[in-house]
């Protein structure tokens, strides 16, 4: 199978990871248009740089497409000879397309987020869509929110799978929320990219709120990304320093160290002006309920299709920052609450995304591939 990835492989797509290895009969080849990084932490024997890309041509469709995977195809069909070409993220579905037809290969496109919220209002972009939804055989969304956008650009409903992301299991060690005591205040985690889909600014304004009524809290920060800058100078408007700690560029295990130390986790992703906006939840999300973590999120998305209101988590609208600041505090003022969440929140992980079983799903690609 050969798998066309843009940047093999960000900490923040730990979980495409875990997809490409998903279906072990079949050895992957990854094709990437950027120089690899983190081979280390995610190890695969064949990733191959097809052409070096500038990521600021992924707004320029005809550059990309011309310059993108095409050029180094050819010679790959001969010598590896893939029997499926599986694009993860719309745009490099549409820059398979002349690969696929020229070879007769079968081709499995996922979708992720941005392919469909920022390129999805461009109309170059929609109608390369309606070429890939007319060509490819199948269309991987995470949730029901994501497979009605995909409705809504001209996908056949009979082509879309809901494919649940699997976490796995075996690394993330999961414990009752600690003890909150002078020595171990309440600790909120926040852990993505802080871009502003991420909602980190909605974040710090609950802070802000929450801790007028329970001040012995403390928030992270894990991630890094255009915005840090921005929200470090509002935590310092907001409150003070000691309050929030920042943590860039921490590794996977050392996210899941963290995570083993917080109460809360906090998520309040958003439709970004650009259209931007989450492929389904943040993976983030499975993480921590795996963990023990008690959940407060919006219902961006499929974050609703990822937590459960009122079961694993406590939601509100997106922005809706005094609401979150409220189930901050709600959580906060009820340990057994939060333990209850916990409970709820790791047998929803092992039951619905958990990476074992989500690899006994993923054998009814096989047929295809």
């Known amino acids: 199978i050969c798998h066309l990835i ?3 492989l960000p900490f923040s797509q730990n979980w495409l990871y875990y997809q490409i290895k998903g279906i072990e009969q079949f050895p992957p080849l990854v094709l990437t248009c950027s120089e690899p990084v983190n081979r280390r932490h995610f190890p695969l024997k064949a990733i191959r740089q097809a052409y070096k890309v500038k990521k600021r041509s992924l707004d320029d469709a005809e550059y990309y497409l011309d310059n993108g995977f095409w050029p180094a195809m050819a010679g790959l069909a001969e010598e590896d000879k893939p029997v499926l070409l599986h694009a993860h993220f719309g745009v490099n579905g549409v820059a398979a397309l002349n690969w696929k037809n020229y070879y007769s290969l079968p081709l499995i496109t996922s979708f992720y987020g941005y392919d469909a919220g920022i390129l999805g209002r461009q109309p170059y972009w929609r109608q390369a869509y309606r070429q890939l939804f007319q060509a490819g055989e199948l269309f991987l969304v995470e949730g029901p929110h994501m497979r009605s956008c995909l409705r809504r650009l001209g996908c056949p409903a009979k082509k879309i799978i809901i494919q649940n992301i699997g976490v796995d299991l075996k690394k993330i060690k999961y414990r009752q929320p600690p003890g909150i005591t002078r020595n171990n205040p309440l600790t909120i985690i926040i852990a993505a990219r802080v871009v502003e889909k991420k909602g980190h600014f909605t974040a710090l304004k609950a802070f802000a709120e929450f801790i007028k009524s329970y001040p012995a809290a403390h928030l992270k920060i894990i991630g890094e990304g255009e915005l840090l800058p921005a929200i470090k100078r509002l935590a310092r408007e907001l409150m003070s320093n000691k309050k929030v700690a920042f943590l860039p560029g921490l590794t996977y295990r050392e996210y899941l160290s963290e995570l083993q130390s917080g109460h809360i986790f906090l998520q309040p992703s958003q439709t970004a002006k650009n259209g931007d906006m989450e492929g389904g939840a943040p993976v983030s999300l499975l993480e921590a309920q795996a963990t023990g973590l008690g959940i407060v999120a919006t219902s961006h998305a499929d974050i609703p299709y990822y937590v459960i209101n009122e079961e694993t988590g406590l939601l509100a609208a997106e922005k809706d920052w005094r609401v979150l600041a409220g189930h901050l505090l ?39 591939y």
């Open 330 to 368: 709600k959580l906060a003022n009820n340990p057994s609450l939060l333990g209850l969440f916990a409970e709820k929140g790791r047998k929803h992980i092992e039951k619905n995304f958990n990476l074992v079983v989500q690899k006994k799903g993923w054998r009814r690609f096989t047929a295809i």
């Open 6 to 8: 843009h940047n093999y």
